[in-house]
């Protein structure tokens, strides 16, 4: 059997959650859109069903695989309905809609709904992404508590800039949330994973923790709150060929990596059909029997070679590990001009294993 796979650690995930509700002392969403961000939504919401306060995710599709496993907690659709078509479902299923722009109101004039809505309201302060503005916000709020066919409504707007220190951009989305929103009751989310990591003030009454739960920091710099955080899944494969070269030879397609000393040179079974990223330079780390190695050559399909000339007694058949406990995706992908999101989102092909 190819010896590539991830394995999910569920008890890392459930100390993650709990990080975020013990920061914060708020009801946290665990959003597992993406199929929790590579994660496996449904084995990730098992094992969170006894304490999660409740879902989000980005689809009507995503949010009735999780009732079919029967699951009841709330389920937050983060970008509610596309079509007026879904309404049904979202009823019948007491799924929680985020309202973010006018067709979504012409639908709900529309329709005859079996029962009132829990709706999460969405402020546009600043991201200019999704959300209703400033100026239209209260007026939307009203005409929707005043419609009859809202059981409650909550307050949501999304942060651009969390994860960066001192742009001022926080404290403005903060001051225009506190000001669009004022006089208008109800519970109120704001924050997602940095939030949570790195904005005390910015909690509301919902947190929305995603990349935290998967154990990896959103910041690109040391931060001590994310410093508590543990890796969820670890990919790992093998050493599957070793050979001998001499210096000044190519390794790999395009000859990216010439050797500068006579190298062994060793073949791991991953590639960037698993989701391992094509762009991973010459350098990146992975770890070989727990140590730290590069990457030396162009990423293929279903192969990576790796510069195994200092670690005489690894070879054939040793243990890889391309991120997880003790080598951070955030770093593997900031070398490939990415985002741990991405690299967990793209796990492609490899299976699964879960531990408890
Ligand atoms: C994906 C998402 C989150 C989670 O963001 P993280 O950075 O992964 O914590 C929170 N809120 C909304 C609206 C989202 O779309």
Known sequence: MRPAHALIDLSALRHNYRLAKSLTGCRALAVIKANAYGHGALQCAAALNDEADGFAVSSIEEALDLREAGHQQPIVLLEGWFEAAELELICRHELWPVVHHHGQLVDLREANLSRPLHIWLKLDSGMHRTGFSVAEYPQVWRELQGSGKVASLTKITHLARADEPATGRTEQQLETFTQATAGLEGPASLSN????????????????????????????????????????????????????????????????????????????????????????????????????????????????????????????????????????????????????????????????????
């Open 193 to 356: 994973s940095a939030g949570v990591l790195a904005w005390p003030g910015a909690y509301g009454e919902w947190v929305r923790p995603g990349i935290m739960l998967y154990g990896s920091s959103p910041f690109g710099f040391a931060q001590e709150q994310a410093a508590q955080l543990r890796p969820v899944m670890q990919l790992d494969s093998r050493v599957i060929a070793v050979h001998q070269v001499a210096a000044g030879e190519p390794i790999g397609y395009g000859s990216r990596f010439v050797t500068s000393r006579p190298s062994r040179i060793g073949v791991v079974a991953m590639g960037y059909a698993d989701g391992y990223p094509r762009h991973a330079p010459d350098g990146t780390p992975v770890l070989v029997d727990g140590q730290r190695i590069c990457i030396s050559g162009r990423v293929s399909m279903d192969m990576l070679t790796i510069d195994l000339t200092d670690l005489p007694n690894s070879g054939l058949g040793s243990y890889v590990r391309l991120w997880g406990d003790g080598l951070d995706a955030g770093e593997v992908a900031s070398r490939a001009g990415t985002i741990s999101y991405q690299l967990f989102c793209n796990l492609n092909r490899v299976p699964r294993r879960y531990q408890n």
